[in-house]
C-alpha cells in the first residue's frame, strides 16, 4: 500500500475511534453507592429530582435529564447557554438557599446537592437524615467531602490539590443513578479532552506563573475573597502551568491587600459573578480598583495588564471549572503567554 493510502486508512481508523459512541452497562437497581462516607441504595431511577447547587443542576441538564428534575436552587450566576433552553423547563425554587418546605412541595424521590450548607450538618435546608427519614433519596458532591471542616475557617480548607476526577466521580455516579451511563462516560470523555487540551496550551512564556483568583469583596477597604492554592483556582492555575501565589490550605482565605502585593502574582484573574450582593462581584468594578488605588496600582500584575476575566464560579470545584480554565488561557494567548 502507498503513504498516501496508509495515511488515509489511518485517518479512517482515527476518525472512526474518535465517533464511535461511548457504550456502557446499564443499571442494576437496586445500586448501592458509597456517597461522602454515607452508604446510599437506589430501587429505581429517580423520577422527580430537586439540584441543590448550580452545579449538580448543570451536571444533571448536560445528561438530559431535565425532563426528570422538578426544581433547581442556589445558583450564583447564570446557566451555561447552551442549557438555556433545557433549564427553562424546570422550576426554580429559588436563586438563594431554598426553604424545605419549597423542597418537600415538589414532592422529590431525589435531590442532589453541591455543598454541606444546602444538604448537611448545619444546612439550613436540611441534613441527609431529614431526607432519609421521608424515603427520599440524596446525593452529596463528591469534590466537596475532601475538604477538612475541623479548622478555625468557615469554609474548611484542602490537604491536597483538587482536580477535576471529583466531577467525572459526581458526572459517573450520577448517570448510574438515572441509568444514563452512555451519556455519563461521554461527557466525561468530552471534559478529558478539554482538560488535555487546556495542559497542551503550556508554553514557555507562562511556565510557572503566579496566580492570585479574586472572587470579590465587601468593598475596596476589605479583605479580598481569594480562591486557595488546593481549591479550584490552585487547579486551574496548575492545569495552565503556573501556581496560586496565595499559600494557604484554606479554601477560601480572606487575604489583605498589602499580603496580596507581598505575594506580588504575575497574573491577577477577577471573577465576574451575576449576584448583585457587593460591588466588587462585578469584574469592571474589581478592575477599576485595581487600576486607581495608590498601593495596589502598582503591582507589576497590573503594571504589565496581566489582568484577565474568569466566571466566579469557576472558582469553585465543579464543571465550571474548565470553562474558566478556558477562559483564562485564551486571555493569557491574546497577552503572547501562551498558545
Known amino acids: 500500500m502507498s503513504p498516501a493510502k496508509d495515511l488515509v486508512a489511518l485517518l479512517a481508523v482515527s476518525l472512526c475511534i474518535i465517533t464511535t459512541p461511548t457504550f456502557a452497562a446499564p443499571t442494576t437497581y437496586p445500586l448501592t453507592l458509597d456517597n461522602c462516607g454515607v452508604s446510599v441504595t437506589f430501587e429505581k431511577a429517580p423520577e422527580r429530582a430537586v439540584?441543590?447547587?448550580?452545579?449538580?443542576?448543570?451536571?444533571?441538564?448536560?445528561?438530559?435529564?431535565?425532563?426528570?428534575?422538578?426544581?433547581?436552587?442556589?445558583?450564583?450566576?447564570?446557566v451555561l447557554p447552551e442549557l438555556q433552553e433545557?433549564?427553562?423547563?424546570?422550576?426554580?425554587?429559588?436563586?438563594?438557599?431554598?426553604?424545605?418546605?419549597?423542597?418537600?412541595?415538589?414532592?422529590p424521590d431525589f435531590v442532589a446537592a453541591q455543598l454541606p450548607i444546602l444538604m448537611g450538618p448545619d444546612s439550613k435546608v436540611a441534613k441527609r437524615e431529614?431526607?432519609?427519614?421521608?424515603?427520599?433519596?440524596?446525593?452529596?458532591?463528591?469534590?466537596?467531602?475532601?475538604v477538612t471542616h475541623d479548622t478555625k475557617d468557615a469554609y474548611g480548607s484542602r490537604d491536597y490539590l483538587w482536580n477535576m476526577d471529583y466531577v467525572y466521580q459526581e458526572i459517573d455516579e450520577l448517570s448510574q443513578i438515572f441509568d444514563v451511563q452512555d451519556r455519563g462516560q461521554s461527557l466525561i470523555s468530552e471534559f478529558?479532552?478539554?482538560?488535555?487540551?487546556?495542559?497542551?496550551?503550556?508554553?514557555?512564556?507562562?511556565a510557572d506563573l503566579s496566580y492570585v483568583f479574586w472572587f470579590s469583596s465587601p468593598s475596596p477597604a476589605d479583605d479580598a475573597y481569594l480562591g486557595g492554592k488546593n481549591g479550584a483556582s490552585g487547579f486551574i492555575a496548575d492545569l495552565l502551568g503556573g501556581h496560586n501565589a496565595i499559600d494557604t490550605e484554606a479554601e477560601w482565605p480572606t487575604v489583605s491587600w498589602e499580603g496580596i502585593m507581598a505575594a506580588n502574582p504575575d497574573v491577577i484573574v477577577v471573577g465576574e459573578s451575576d449576584r448583585n450582593r457587593w460591588e466588587l462581584d462585578r469584574a469592571e468594578n474589581k478592575i477599576a480598583f485595581l487600576n486607581s488605588d495608590p498601593a495596589v496600582s502598582q503591582?507589576?500584575?497590573?503594571?504589565?495588564?496581566?489582568?484577565?476575566?474568569?466566571?466566579?464560579?469557576?472558582m469553585n470545584p465543579t464543571i465550571r471549572t474548565i470553562y474558566g480554565a478556558e477562559e483564562v488561557a485564551d486571555q493569557l494567548a491574546k497577552l503572547g503567554l501562551g498558545k
Open 51 to 78: 439540584a441543590l447547587g448550580q452545579n449538580s443542576a448543570e451536571i444533571m441538564l448536560l445528561l438530559g435529564l431535565e425532563d426528570r428534575m422538578v426544581g433547581t436552587a442556589f445558583w450564583p450566576t447564570k
Open 192 to 206: 478529558k479532552a478539554r482538560e488535555a487540551a487546556l495542559r497542551a496550551r503550556v508554553g514557555a512564556d507562562n
Open 130 to 146: 431529614d431526607f432519609e427519614r421521608l424515603g427520599i433519596g440524596s446525593y452529596l458532591a463528591p469534590g466537596i467531602c475532601a
Open 299 to 314: 503591582l507589576d500584575a497590573v503594571k504589565q495588564g496581566r489582568i484577565v476575566v474568569m466566571q466566579a464560579s469557576a
Open 86 to 107: 433545557a433549564n427553562d423547563s424546570v422550576k426554580l425554587l429559588s436563586v438563594e438557599t431554598p426553604s424545605l418546605e419549597s423542597v418537600l412541595a415538589e414532592n
